[in-house]
């Protein structure tokens, strides 16, 4: 049976789903210039730092049109932040973390965003606190789906890959989280739940779902 000693939370998205609000913001720029933007051309992209995509490049040349960036970037963080408003954690987020601290477990983030968008996030959600180390793209080479970030998080918290336990929402932090060598519990968001997800441990529709003690046991079998 496996003891498990660290719980390992993905942030956009897993924590706090910045990521439906992304797309939805894209999206109406898209439809505002007469395109689509797909889940499936959306979706490669989530989960990592989209260095290879840009949408902006991607809409001028779906609509054949000249994009004035400088407006249209204007229009859809207008909107992103008109659609974060009243976002707050997802369900289950805090529980588990209380439940983690109760159990002794170290408990780490591992992210792709940048360091300034992850702590700006959890200090307006009061979960600044929560974690015991912290690693975003600031901090590696590569983000995910390379393992880097994970196996970075798993040595500042002390403890082997198979004794952590990652929670992500999207199928390239998965995919880190198991080239890393920990086990993997994807809880995929209202986004997410629409990609085609790869190798896993379980997968929970929200953290509420089922408590961290019976993941864990679950797990551990």
């Given amino acids: 049976?496996?003891?498990?000693?660290?719980?390992?939370?993905?942030?956009?998205?897993?924590?706090?789903?910045?990521?439906?609000?992304?797309?939805?913001?894209?999206?109406?720029?898209?439809?505002?210039?007469?395109?689509?933007?797909?889940?499936?051309?959306?979706?490669?992209?989530?989960?990592?730092?989209?260095?290879?995509?840009?949408?902006?490049?991607?809409?001028?040349?779906?609509?054949?049109?000249?994009?004035?960036?400088e407006e249209a970037r204007a229009f859809r963080r207008a909107r992103f932040d008109e659609l974060m408003a009243s976002e707050r954690a997802r369900p289950g987020v805090e529980d588990y973390l209380r439940a983690g601290r109760r159990l002794g477990l170290k408990i780490g983030l591992a992210s792709s965003s940048s360091r300034a968008w992850v702590e700006g996030y959890l200090r307006r959600l009061g979960l600044e606190s929560r974690f015991d180390c912290i690693r975003v793209r600031d901090d590696v080479a590569k983000v995910k789906p390379d393992p880097e970030l994970y196996l970075r998080a798993v040595e500042a918290l002390g403890v082997a890959p198979e004794e952590a336990v990652a929670f992500e929402d999207s199928p390239n932090g998965a995919l880190a989280a198991k080239r890393a060598g920990l086990k993997c519990v994807i809880v995929p968001n209202e986004l997410t739940s629409r990609l085609a997800f790869g190798e896993h441990d379980l997968r929970l529709s929200s953290m509420a779902e089922m408590p961290l003690e019976e993941v864990l046991e679950r797990l551990s079998t």
């Fill in 1 to 69: 049976m496996a003891a498990f000693k660290a719980i390992l939370f993905d942030f956009d998205g897993l924590i706090l789903d910045t990521e439906t609000a992304e797309y939805r913001s894209f999206s109406d720029l898209y439809r505002r210039h007469g395109a689509e933007l797909s889940v499936e051309t959306w979706g490669r992209w989530v989960g990592t730092d989209a260095s290879a995509f840009d949408p902006y490049v991607h809409l001028a040349e779906s609509a054949g049109i000249a994009l004035d960036r």
